[in-house]
């Protein structure tokens, strides 16, 4: 079950040799070589035919144009002996030639010695006047010219003869020594050359010896076809034909050594496929039992919930299972072969994760196992925990050493999480005191404000009905009861809210309520040297809310907006807060800055209980900000700011539902559409007003 590591492609490929005999044609394999050799064979019959058939009609088409040059020369050859025959019609025409002088004239002697064998002299009625033959002549012929050497019929020339001589001339001549005179040796040799007559009769041939057949098929007892060719020979010589008979016989490729050689190729072939289907069935039962085996192997590794790998003493990897490569993040294939560092090292520790390595390859990994911190492939880090152990061959001998990896990224996860989780039971066992606490002032707070509120207006009845009549003390005494009684609603607002009653909801103006909030809040935008913006289309626009919750949503958004500005103290701070129609039925505030923004955390991060950016913070005024415009219908939203609010920044988003009054509520006096509060004249008033308080 090892790898060795001196073939790590092994090492691979056993990991993927589980998959199924995806070759069920591999079983038939060993006829391939079978029908290869059909194919080679059927290839080579087919040549073979066609190679016959080609050197058929090459030999026709040559027989043809021997036996048209042959027949050309015959007929030159007769045209000359008609020609002399016409010198002799000639000479009787003239008186030159009697009947007497006819057979001892040196001009008919001396045509004896070609062709012809007698001369005879007709007149008009076809009566012999004059003959002369080969017998009465003293022209001197061959044995083979002689007639008794010669074989076959005889054909005769014709010349008419005209004026005092009527009559004619007639040559008899022997076709065989015209064929022998006239067929040239090398197309005696090819063919055997004879004419015959329209009955199949001989009338001439070059070879007495040549077997007769008729059509030329010579040979055919044996398979053997002698190919032969005739020309009619019209009308030199009457119903006569030239015909062509090759001596060799043509010897077609199956009456040669050629089949006995293909049928033992093709036995020889038969036996080396038996012989190879025995080896292939013993080799395909012997992969079976290969495949099952390590189908068993690489389920079991595959199911294991461990990484392994093995690797040799060069650290070089030579076998990793699917976990392993699941758990790096990397395919098998990219990781068989890799030598350190390892693509799973991470980037910033790679000298120290090599002298971990080194120390490994020398056998000092601690037998408990050791944690290390490993990149995946998709760039996320995890915590894992690696046992080393030595590899062996089937011999004994180690060849390198096999890990075993636990991925416990969850587990020192949830570790941290129950600590964190004990640290939020003890905090929020802090904030449950705190509530009670909180409820506890909220009561107790509620009447020193009565009172407060009911000595200041004692003090004003008391002025007034004593004629005081100081504007500056009066202001300050109505100020300091308006204030009072705002301090009360609020302490009343928050019992009721710890109290976990509804909110109060009714009509009001959503300007009055936003302008509150931030003149409630100018002395710390003042203190932070930070610039509101407030900008409002529509003064007289209302929402259906409780004012006093809301004015501490307000607070709390500009309360964190000042903090976050702590993070950049050399750039100009800038709060913006707009109100307008988020579509027919809801109106939103954005709050808006140019602090360091939101780092990526999205308003479900930011709202969840006890967490906080603040190195002081409790982590609950985002979460009960939001719990406070859910209670009203509407929701709390956050993102970075738009990139026209340059550097960049935050923004807090709530809406709210609108609600539209039926008659003029009085509350569209306001004095300017857009309100740029300058923090410098309101803190002038607010130190008027305290001067005033005092005096």
């Not at 010589?237 to 199956?254: K, N, Q, S």
Request: charged share 20%; hydrophobic share 45%.
């Amino acid at each position: 079950m090892s790898p060795t590591n001196d073939s790590p492609e092994n090492a691979r490929g056993l990991a993927a040799l589980p998959r199924a005999n995806n070759a069920a044609w591999a079983r038939y394999l060993w006829a391939l070589p079978m029908l290869l050799s059909l194919l080679f064979v059927g290839s080579t019959i087919v040549w073979l035919l066609r190679i016959d058939a080609l050197d058929r009609e090459e030999r026709r088409q040559t027989m043809i144009a021997d036996a048209l040059t042959l027949e050309t020369q015959l007929r030159g050859q007769l045209e000359a002996e008609s020609a002399q025959l016409g010198e002799i019609a000639k000479q009787i025409q003239t008186g030159k030639l009697s009947t007497t002088q006819f057979a001892t004239s040196a001009v008919v002697t001396n045509s004896f010695t070609s062709l012809w064998r007698s001369v005879t002299w007709l007149d008009q009625s076809n009566r012999v006047l004059a003959f002369a033959s080969i017998g009465n002549t003293n022209a001197s012929l061959s044995q083979a010219d002689s007639p008794t050497g010669q074989r076959g019929l005889s054909a005769h020339l014709v010349a008419n003869l005209s004026g005092s001589a009527v009559g004619s001339l007639v040559a008899r001549y022997s076709p065989t020594v015209l064929l022998k005179h006239s067929v040239p040796w090398w197309l005696a040799r090819k063919y055997h050359v004879r004419l015959i007559d329209t009955l199949e009769q001989e009338i001439a041939a070059m070879d007495s010896s040549m077997p007769r057949s008729v059509g030329g098929k010579l040979g055919a007892g044996l398979g053997l076809e002698r190919a032969s060719y005739r020309l009619s020979f019209d009308p030199t010589i009457r119903d006569a034909y030239l015909e062509l008979i090759e001596h060799e016989p043509f010897v077609p490729w199956t009456r040669s050594f050629l089949p006995t050689f293909i049928i033992v190729f093709l036995l020889l072939i038969t036996i080396a496929t038996w012989m190879l289907r025995r080896q292939m069935r013993s080799v395909l039962h012997a992969e079976s039992a290969w495949r099952t085996e390590s189908a068993w192997r690489s389920a079991m590794e595959d199911s294991m919930v461990v990484g392994l790998r093995a690797r040799d003493f060069d650290g070089r990897l030579v076998y990793v299972n699917r976990t392993f490569a699941e758990m790096v993040g990397w395919p098998v294939e990219s990781l068989i072969g890799k030598l350190p560092p390892m693509p799973y090292w991470q980037p910033d520790e790679i000298e120290k994760t090599m002298q971990r390595h080194r120390r490994n390859m020398a056998g000092d990994a601690p037998r408990e196992g050791y944690e290390a911190r490993w990149l995946h492939g998709r760039g996320h880090s995890f915590d894992v925990m690696v046992f080393e152990t030595p590899l062996v061959d089937a011999s004994g001998k180690q060849i390198g050493w096999m890990g075993s990896i636990l991925d416990i990224t969850e587990r020192k996860r949830m570790e941290e999480r129950d600590r964190k989780q004990a640290d939020t039971l003890a905090h929020h066992a802090r904030l449950t005191m705190l509530g009670e606490v909180a409820s506890t002032l909220a009561h107790e707070l509620n009447q020193p404000l009565t009172a407060i509120a009911s000595y200041n207006a004692g003090v004003i009845n008391s002025l007034q009905r004593d004629g005081f009549s100081d504007a500056s003390v009066h202001n300050a005494l109505l100020r300091l009861g308006e204030q009072a009684a705002q301090a009360g609603r609020i302490v009343a607002r928050i019992r009721e809210f710890l109290t976990r009653r509804e909110p109060e909801l009714e009509p009001c103006n959503i300007h009055e309520v936003v302008v509150n909030a931030i003149a409630l809040f100018r002395r710390e935008l003042t203190r932070h040297q930070i610039t509101i913006k407030f900008n409002n289309d529509n003064h007289a626009i209302q929402v259906l809310a409780d004012a006093v919750l809301i004015e501490q949503v307000m607070i709390n958004l500009l309360r964190n907006a000042t903090d976050a500005f702590s993070a950049a103290p050399d750039q100009m701070r800038l709060i913006e807060v707009s109100v307008h129609p988020a579509g027919e039925a809801f109106l939103r505030i954005d709050v808006t800055d140019n602090g360091p923004g939101l780092g990526g955390r999205a308003i479900r991060d930011l709202c969840a209980a006890f967490y906080s950016t603040k190195t002081e913070g409790m982590g609950m005024g985002l979460a009960i900000c939001r719990s406070i415009i859910e209670a009203h219908g509407g929701a709390l939203d956050a993102a970075e700011s738009p990139a026209s609010f340059a550097p960049h920044g935050a923004q807090f988003s709530l809406t709210l539902p609108a609600f539209k009054p039926t008659r003029s509520t009085g509350l569209q006096d306001s004095d300017t559409d857009n309100i740029d509060i300058d923090m410098d004249v309101d803190s002038d008033k607010v130190a008027v007003t305290q001067h005033e308080v005092e005096a």
